[in-house]
């Protein structure tokens, strides 16, 4: 199993990114999926999550700015950043949680998008 994530990049304070998350592999079923990201000299912190049936959380840091959703048909997850902050600028990464059967599961993380927001 694996997860693919893009859409990082450069963009400046007040403009937009979205990310996208996409698990491939030998996969049963796709439960929840996330975005945690990690700035320098900081731990790693959940930005947003999304259950299979599309009941979402946000940290309190990006609500009202960002939006996840995701589409089970193509095992994707997207984050919808919008008035971007220097203060989000991260390695993002794409979290999920995949059963390769109908008893073996675990969470599985992809490699990571850089996201630079100028001022």
């Known amino acids: 199993v694996q997860l693919q994530a893009c859409g990082g990049g450069l963009v400046q304070a007040g403009g937009s990114l979205r990310l996208s998350c996409a698990a491939s592999?030998?996969?049963?079923?796709?439960?929840?999926m996330g975005w945690y990201r990690q700035a320098p000299g900081e731990e790693r912190e959940l930005v947003a999550s999304?259950?299979?049936?599309?009941?979402?959380t946000y940290a309190a840091s990006v609500k009202a700015r960002f939006t996840i959703s995701r589409d089970n048909a193509k095992n994707t997850v997207y984050l919808q950043m919008d008035s971007l902050k220097p203060g989000d600028m991260a390695v993002y990464y794409c979290?999920?949680?995949?059963?390769?059967?109908?008893?073996?599961?675990?969470?599985?993380w992809g490699q990571g998008t850089l996201v630079t927001v100028s001022s």
């Open positions: 979290n999920s949680n995949i059963y390769t059967t109908m008893w073996d599961g675990r969470n599985y």
């Open positions: 592999g030998s996969i049963f079923s796709v439960n929840m």
């Open positions: 999304i259950t299979r049936g599309g009941a979402t």
